[in-house]
C-alpha cells in the first residue's frame, strides 16, 4: 500500500487557471506538508498542518491554499497560476512526537505552466 | 527562512572511493535529518540525529551532527553505483518544521 500517494503526477496547465493537486497519506499522522522544488532541485516548505494549526512559510504568495478535508488529507489549491509556479510539487506526513518528525514524502506532482 | 548550505553542490567519483558532503547554517536545529531522492520520486529518508556531536553508521554511510547542532556531514565509504542520487539535509525546528539545504548531486561511475 502507497503511504502517502499524489495525484495527478503531471499537470500541464496554462497561466490563469486554477488548479488543485491532491494528496492522501495512510500512516495514520498527524501532521502533513507542502514543499515545492524548483528547477535546481530546491526543497522549499510552503505548508505544514495538522488538526490544530497551519503554519504557512511568509513566502508563499497568497494564490496558494491548503485544504484539509479530514486528517489523511492535504490538498493544495493554486489560483491563477503563473508560469514561475512552475516546479514539482511534494506532499509529505509525519507523526509530530514520533522519531523525531520523520517525513514520508509522495512521489511529487510536476507542474508545466505555459 | 534558515538557509542550509550543502557543498559540494555536484559530486562525481569512481565506484570504490570515499566521500563527504557537508551541511552548514548559521541557525541551530534542534534535529537534522539526511534524504536521499532518485529522480522521478520523493526524497526518503536516512537518518535523523538528534543530539550535539552525534555519530551515527548506516552500513557505509556515517552522519554527524556539530557540536552546536548548526552543521553536519554525510561520509560514504567505498561508493557504489547503487549510492547515486541527490542528498539532502533538512534541519527541523521544536515546531517541526523542516527547512532543507541545497542538495548535493552524487554520481557513482562503474
Known amino acids: 500500500d502507497t503511504a502517502v500517494s499524489q495525484t495527478p503526477k503531471y499537470l500541464v496547465t496554462q497561466m490563469g487557471n486554477d488548479k488543485s493537486i491532491k494528496c492522501e497519506q495512510n500512516?495514520?499522522?498527524?501532521?502533513m506538508y507542502w514543499y515545492k522544488q524548483d528547477s535546481k532541485k530546491f526543497l522549499k516548505i510552503m505548508f505544514s498542518y495538522n488538526n490544530k494549526e497551519l503554519i504557512i512559510n511568509e513566502t508563499v504568495p497568497n494564490r496558494f491554499s491548503p485544504k484539509s478535508p479530514d486528517k489523511a488529507h492535504l490538498n493544495l489549491h493554486i489560483n491563477s497560476l503563473e508560469l514561475g509556479d512552475s516546479a514539482v510539487y511534494f506532499c509529505?506526513?509525519?507523526?509530530?512526537?514520533?522519531?523525531?518528525?520523520?517525513?514520508?514524502f509522495g512521489p511529487g506532482t510536476r507542474l508545466t505552466v505555459t | 527562512t534558515q538557509l542550509l548550505e550543502q557543498s559540494p553542490q555536484f559530486l562525481s567519483i569512481q565506484e570504490g572511493e570515499n566521500l563527504t558532503v557537508y551541511c552548514n547554517s548559521s541557525s541551530v536545529f534542534s534535529s537534522l535529518q539526511w534524504y536521499r531522492q532518485e529522480p522521478g520520486e520523493g526524497p526518503v529518508l536516512l537518518v535523523t540525529?538528534?543530539?550535539?556531536?552525534e555519530v551515527k553508521k548506516l552500513k557505509r554511510l556515517t552522519f554527524q551532527f556539530g557540536d552546536a547542532r548548526k552543521d553536519s556531514s554525510l561520509h560514504i565509504t567505498a561508493a557504489q553505483p547503487g549510492d547515486t542520487g541527490l542528498y539532502l539535509c533538512a534541519g527541523g525546528t521544536p515546531g517541526n518544521q523542516f527547512y532543507f539545504g541545497t542538495g548535493t548531486s552524487l554520481t557513482v561511475i562503474p
Open positions: 540525529v538528534v543530539t550535539g556531536g
Open positions: 500512516l495514520g499522522h498527524d501532521t
Open positions: 509529505a506526513s509525519s507523526q509530530a512526537l514520533l522519531r523525531q518528525g520523520e517525513q514520508y
